[in-house]
């Protein structure tokens, strides 16, 4: 089935600087990708939605300039965490859907940040 | 309101028990609807899709009511491994992004 690649895994970064985080879609073409937070014990929140080759589109109360999307390829989608801070700190997950096998959507697995 | 609601739980269940879990949903021109299963720190994982016909995997079997807007998940013969947070998931058709309600976490002791 789809595999959708996620990295790192889990990062620890100090207040002030800044992450990236990589979802890849391995199998198969994704030009739309979405970025979800989760909080412990909340479920997932859409942060964004990322488009191949366009701009992202954000959620109400996601600042953009702080949750910076780019989606340069059909197979790469990047979230960089600028100035993060200790409330950035979370699970984020990306997600892309198949268009070839169905509805389903397939998650990466998730990056743990926290901010100290 | 939520956009799509579940009881949190969690469920304590023994094992062999027959659990089932609601679901209600505000939008009523969603499409698609899911099922996932989310282990503690991990992503979630769809576990199936569920139709106006109402579908069965296994042990698993959902149902969908458009009319009330309400999903159902039906578990038969927990297993301990069943234990997780299941999330009820809902595609509102725009930009084809899913929504999700809050989870309902399922505990099977032996």
């Known amino acids: 089935g789809a595999v959708v690649s996620q990295h790192p895994s889990w990062v620890i970064c100090k207040s002030g600087t800044s992450v990236k985080i990589e979802c890849r879609s391995l199998?198969?073409?994704?030009?739309?990708m979405f970025w979800y937070r989760q909080f412990p014990k909340q479920s997932l929140m859409l942060m964004a939605t990322s488009n191949e080759g366009s701009k992202a589109t954000y959620e109400q109360g996601v600042e953009k300039d702080k949750f910076l999307i780019n989606h340069a390829s059909l197979t790469l989608s990047t979230l960089t965490v600028t100035s993060a801070h200790p409330e950035d700190s979370s699970f984020y997950i990306c997600?892309?859907?198949?268009?070839?096998?169905?509805?389903?959507?397939?998650f990466g697995s998730g990056t743990r940040l926290t901010v100290v | 309101r939520k956009e799509v609601e579940q009881d949190p739980g969690p469920f304590n269940v023994p094992e062999g028990a027959t659990v089932a879990f609601n679901c209600t949903y505000s939008n009523s021109a969603s499409q698609s609807f899911f099922w996932y299963r989310q282990d503690c720190r991990k992503e979630p994982k769809l576990l199936m899709s569920?139709?106006?016909s109402g579908n069965e995997d296994g042990r698993f079997t959902a149902q969908l009511n458009r009319a009330s807007q309400y999903i159902s998940l039906l578990i038969r013969d927990s297993k301990l491994s069943d234990s997780a947070t299941y999330l009820c998931v809902v595609n509102m058709g725009a930009g084809n992004m899913l929504t999700f309600g809050g989870g309902t976490r399922l505990m099977v002791k032996p």
């Open positions: 997600s892309a859907r198949d268009g070839r096998s169905g509805e389903g959507y397939t």
């Open positions: 199998d198969f073409q994704a030009t739309t």
């Open positions: 569920v139709y106006s």
